[in-house]
């Protein structure tokens, strides 16, 4: 017979491991909540100061006080958060999510798959390099997504709408490629700013924006656009400090002119020298086409301007701005009011599709601008036209449901596992005998 101290010390083992058991149970649910695989899930607002991989779970809102404060921010490099379609939202103040590199260096972090509504920042990076933001909505804030003093960035696949300023590159943001941008119904569109050049945007689009569709001012050096679709024609052009927007109502054509639905204002902007190297696209033209151009009071041909009637676009260097067109020779005849054909293009994805597709619109005001790092946006984001969208939680509360399940299968377990094992640990009390409690 084993000795009676040692049957003691096994029964208070037993009775050990079963609470352990029963701890275990308990909290293992907590833990598969937290982490699926590699990837730490986030359901509210938090610091990422760790690298990894992130996911949303679900909708997250955050109402906060300081302009400057995040939501969700992230300090450490070497990090990738999805957010599988659902929204963070806020009440205008605040930046939805933040890549914060001024107390260290940030780098290779990419956000991606999310909507951010109601910030006076959507999506931040903030002295960061070598960075990602693809496929995100930005809505209803004082500016889109924006860079301040952050370079090498790829921002491919993002739509920003119904804001003060769409996309906006500041504070000496350069080497960063633009593709696939969409920037519709805002004040600004694409705006450069601050020694923020050497920047690339490459088929985008940026329609009916209230001030300007393309914004650059105080750079010295250039920036390039290749394949840039306004309303009324599609655009390529190497800048400094030039904006340009679509022209709906041109100033009647001069006689012999013919209508190719090509227009776009230009102008230069503060901060230095101006110029663009532009080239316009445009339609069928069975006569022969050339780059006009109307002061404010008159249209005349710009000199050296250079047609190339394969690719069906028309060159020059400009250095005097006002409203150009690509016009084709039209006889004696033509000339006078013209009506242009706005090209509206595609409808513009302001939502993204989710598991659970779901979505309860919810009307909010339009922010009151702040001054932001790196952007010089002053001005109120015009009200919103269409409803702020709320993602369903179906998915979180399906995560939760069988994250509940699996809890509760382990405490079954767990409790079953003590009882026995309590049982055991009785048997060996009762042979222990009276000197057992001494």
């Known amino acids: 017979m084993m000795p009676r101290g040692s049957r003691m010390v096994g029964a208070r083992a037993a009775v050990l491991v079963g609470i352990v058991v029963v701890l275990v149970a308990a909290t293992a649910g907590t833990v598969s909540a937290q982490q699926a695989g590699n990837t730490t899930t986030v359901d509210s607002c938090r610091t990422i100061d760790s690298s990894g991989e992130y996911a949303l779970t679900g909708p997250v809102t955050g109402d906060l006080d300081d302009p400057n404060a995040a939501c969700i921010e992230i300090t450490?490099?070497?990090?990738?958060?999805?957010?599988?379609?659902?929204?963070?939202?806020?009440?205008?103040?605040g930046h939805g999510v933040e890549i914060d590199g001024s107390q260290g260096p940030v780098t290779n972090v990419t956000v991606e798959n999310l909507q951010a509504h109601n910030w006076s920042i959507g999506v931040f990076a903030l002295e960061t390099d070598n960075g990602t933001i693809r496929r995100t909505v930005t809505q209803n804030s004082t500016e889109g997504i924006a860079l301040g003093a952050s370079s090498n960035y790829t921002l491919a696949n993002n739509t920003a709408t119904g804001s003060a300023i769409a996309i906006a590159l500041g504070g000496q943001s350069q080497n960063n490629t633009l593709r696939?941008?969409?920037?519709?119904?805002?004040?600004?569109?694409?705006?450069?700013?601050?020694?923020?050049?050497?920047?690339?945007?490459?088929?985008?689009?940026?329609?009916?924006?209230?001030?300007?569709?393309?914004?650059?001012?105080?750079?010295?050096?250039?920036?390039?656009?290749?394949?840039?679709?306004?309303?009324?024609?599609?655009?390529s052009f190497s800048e400094r400090n030039v904006a340009l927007g679509a022209v709906t109502s041109p100033p009647p054509l001069p006689?012999?002119?013919?209508?190719?639905?090509?227009?776009?204002?230009?102008?230069?902007?503060?901060?230095?020298?101006?110029?663009?190297?532009?080239?316009?696209?445009?339609?069928?033209?069975?006569?022969?086409?050339?780059?006009?151009?109307?002061?404010?009071?008159?249209?005349?041909?710009?000199?050296?301007?250079?047609?190339?009637?394969?690719?069906?676009?028309?060159?020059?260097?400009?250095?005097?701005?006002?409203?150009?067109?690509?016009?084709?020779?039209?006889?004696?005849?033509?000339?006078?009011?013209?009506?242009?054909?706005?090209?509206?293009?595609?409808?513009?994805?302001?939502?993204?599709?989710?598991?659970?597709?779901?979505?309860?619109?919810?009307?909010?005001?339009?922010?009151?601008?702040?001054?932001?790092p790196g952007s010089a946006a002053t001005e109120q984001a015009p009200s919103a036209a269409n409803a702020t969208p709320t993602a369903a939680q179906g998915e979180s509360e399906a995560t939760e449901s069988s994250v509940g399940i699996v809890r509760a299968v382990f405490v079954i377990a767990g409790v079953i596992g003590l009882v026995v094992l309590g049982i055991v640990a009785l048997r060996g009390r009762d042979d222990r005998g009276p000197g057992f409690n001494r």
């Open 76 to 93: 450490a490099g070497n990090v990738t958060l999805d957010g599988q379609g659902h929204t963070i939202a806020g009440t205008g103040t």
């Open 180 to 235: 696939r941008m969409t920037a519709v119904e805002n004040r600004w569109g694409i705006h450069f700013e601050r020694e923020s050049a050497n920047n690339t945007v490459v088929d985008s689009v940026a329609r009916n924006n209230s001030r300007w569709d393309y914004y650059s001012e105080r750079n010295d050096n250039e920036n390039i656009v290749r394949n840039l679709d306004l309303a009324t024609g599609t655009f």
């Open 255 to 372: 006689r012999g002119a013919g209508n190719l639905d090509s227009y776009v204002e230009a102008t230069g902007t503060r901060g230095g020298q101006a110029a663009i190297s532009l080239t316009m696209s445009y339609g069928n033209a069975n006569n022969p086409v050339a780059l006009w151009r109307h002061d404010g009071q008159h249209w005349s041909r710009v000199a050296d301007s250079q047609t190339n009637g394969a690719s069906s676009t028309v060159s020059a260097n400009i250095s005097e701005f006002g409203t150009f067109a690509a016009l084709s020779d039209a006889g004696a005849n033509a000339g006078g009011p013209v009506t242009v054909s706005a090209d509206q293009g595609p409808a513009v994805q302001r939502n993204l599709s989710t598991p659970t597709a779901t979505a309860t619109p919810t009307a909010t005001p339009a922010p009151t601008p702040t001054t932001i």
